[in-house]
């Protein structure tokens, strides 16, 4: 291990389980990651092996054939796997979040059909709530769920669906009025529906396409893509938890432990970005003597590590306060906030020390530079991480007068 971002405490599962992930991210993950990257190629081979670690099933229950591991446990993992490449994380993070919810809040006939698969990796989850004209504002929702019969006629279209076109289980965010009288606040008419579909591209069942991926800067190899739902229908009984209205917490829940996941994500990448840096500034000479000894190489070295090491004790913290069974929107929010932006500006320190090399593609931190910026605004921006800082803040610290 590293001398930086060492987490006290751990069992000794837990050190053989991140020990095991390590191992695979140098050997299998690390040496392909830019070529697959370039190429914008999915990781088959490197999900495969994912796979049959264990990894898809690390927080499912061991009822349901998964590990029964902790948040902690799950988010240190993440920050393993962006080290090697940020990509791979965010294949598992997604369907994380719908194993999470479905544990949560499915109802037990959900989780004894999903959860036992989703564990093996043979269902892979993808969530939606966003769509092209609402950004962070989830109240707008549009995408609706209409009751008819014994089913639900959804219609709408979604965006920035992770692991839309590989996934085979969607948890899909519409508004559903049903039961639901006007003027009830935005929120409490969503619902969350499970969708089954085929994996891959176009028409992947009767009222459901997923057009193809989206081309983005970074973040490739995953499959980003639009979801459009035109007359989809699908069993009442797939209604996350039974009972429509609930949706928007649900899926709240599970951004929640997303942003843990996010913040592990940023705390990877600002590791990897640190390794990069400190040893070519080691290998790069000028004036005589490895540019290392240079003083302001020293200080931006120095900047880089301590933001690294903050980085992941909030995250880490963050992860903790979730497992003990207590609120952590506040921390899960600064670990993710503060995370995402101290992995942008380690990645730019690391890419300053490379000189004109690190515009080179032939230069992994070309291809971390590129990455980086997602973390701004995956599980929701800055500012929106501050607005729920903010307010929790004004809960806890509430003025007596």
């Known amino acids: 291990m590293t001398r930086l971002a060492r987490t006290a405490g751990l069992s000794d599962v837990q050190q053989e389980?991140?020990?095991?992930?390590?191992?695979?991210?140098?050997?299998?993950?690390?040496?392909?990651?830019?070529?697959?990257?370039?190429?914008?190629?999915?990781?088959?081979?490197?999900?495969?092996?994912?796979?049959?670690?264990?990894?898809?099933?690390?927080?499912?229950?061991?009822?349901?054939?998964?590990?029964?591991?902790?948040?902690?446990?799950?988010?240190?993992?993440?920050?393993?796997?962006?080290?090697?490449?940020?990509?791979?994380?965010?294949?598992?993070?997604?369907?994380?979040?719908?194993?999470?919810?479905?544990?949560?809040?499915?109802?037990?006939?959900?989780?004894d059909t999903f959860l036992p698969r989703m564990a093996l990796g043979e269902v892979r989850g993808a969530f939606s709530m966003s769509e092209?004209?609402?950004?962070?504002?989830v109240s707008a929702i549009s995408s609706k769920g209409v009751r008819d019969g014994d089913e639900y006629v959804l219609n709408g279209q979604k965006m920035w669906l992770t692991n839309g076109g590989t996934s085979s289980l969607v948890a899909v965010l519409c508004r559903s009025d049903e039961g639901h009288p006007e003027g009830t606040p935005p929120h409490k008419s969503m619902t969350t529906f499970l969708v089954e579909k085929e994996p891959g591209f176009g028409e992947v069942r009767p009222g459901l396409t997923v057009p193809g991926k989206i081309d983005k800067m970074?973040?490739?190899?995953?499959?980003?893509?639009?979801?459009?739902?035109?007359?989809?229908?699908?069993?009442?009984?797939?209604?996350?938890?039974?009972?429509?209205?609930?949706?928007?917490?649900?899926?709240?829940?599970?951004?929640?432990?997303?942003?843990?996941n996010v913040a592990a994500r940023g705390c990877g990448v600002a590791q990897r970005a640190f390794e990069l840096g400190v040893s070519y500034?080691?290998?790069?000479?000028?004036?005589?003597?490895?540019?290392?000894?240079?003083?302001?190489?020293?200080?931006?070295?120095?900047?880089?590590?301590?933001?690294?090491?903050?980085?992941?004790?909030?995250?880490v913290n963050a992860a903790r306060k979730k497992d003990s069974g207590e609120r952590n929107d506040l921390e899960a929010g600064m670990a993710k906030y503060l995370a995402s932006e101290y992995c942008k500006e380690v990645v730019e320190d690391a890419f300053r020390i490379h000189g004109g090399y690190g515009f080179s593609k032939e230069y992994e931190i070309e291809r971390l530079y590129r990455e980086a910026p997602m973390l701004l605004i995956?599980?929701?921006?800055?500012?929106?991480?501050?607005?729920?800082?903010?307010?929790?803040?004004?809960?806890?610290?509430?003025?007596?007068?």
């Not at 598992?92 to 809040?105: C, R």
């Not at 007359?231 to 009984?237: K, Q």
């Not at 500034?281 to 903050?310: C, S, W, Y």
């Not at 607005?387 to 004004?394: E, H, K, N, T, Y």
């Open 17 to 111: 389980i991140l020990s095991t992930i390590r191992d695979f991210v140098d050997k299998e993950i690390i040496p392909v990651a830019t070529q697959l990257e370039h190429r914008d190629e999915y990781p088959t081979e490197i999900v495969e092996g994912l796979k049959e670690l264990g990894l898809f099933g690390l927080m499912i229950p061991e009822e349901y054939g998964g590990l029964g591991e902790s948040l902690l446990t799950y988010a240190l993992c993440v920050e393993e796997i962006a080290r090697g490449w940020m990509s791979v994380s965010g294949i598992i993070n997604t369907h994380f979040i719908v194993a999470y919810m479905l544990k949560q809040h499915g109802t037990q006939e959900q989780k």
């Open 132 to 137: 092209p004209a609402l950004g962070s504002d």
């Open 218 to 260: 970074g973040y490739k190899g995953v499959d980003t893509t639009e979801l459009i739902m035109d007359g989809l229908r699908i069993p009442a009984n797939r209604v996350l938890g039974g009972t429509t209205g609930r949706g928007f917490y649900q899926m709240m829940d599970g951004v929640e432990v997303g942003r843990v």
């Open 281 to 315: 500034a080691q290998q790069r000479h000028t004036f005589g003597k490895p540019i290392a000894q240079h003083q302001a190489i020293q200080f931006k070295l120095a900047e880089m590590a301590t933001k690294v090491e903050a980085a992941h004790a909030m995250m």
């Open 378 to 401: 995956g599980e929701g921006t800055a500012e929106i991480q501050k607005m729920i800082i903010g307010r929790r803040l004004l809960e806890e610290y509430r003025f007596q007068g």
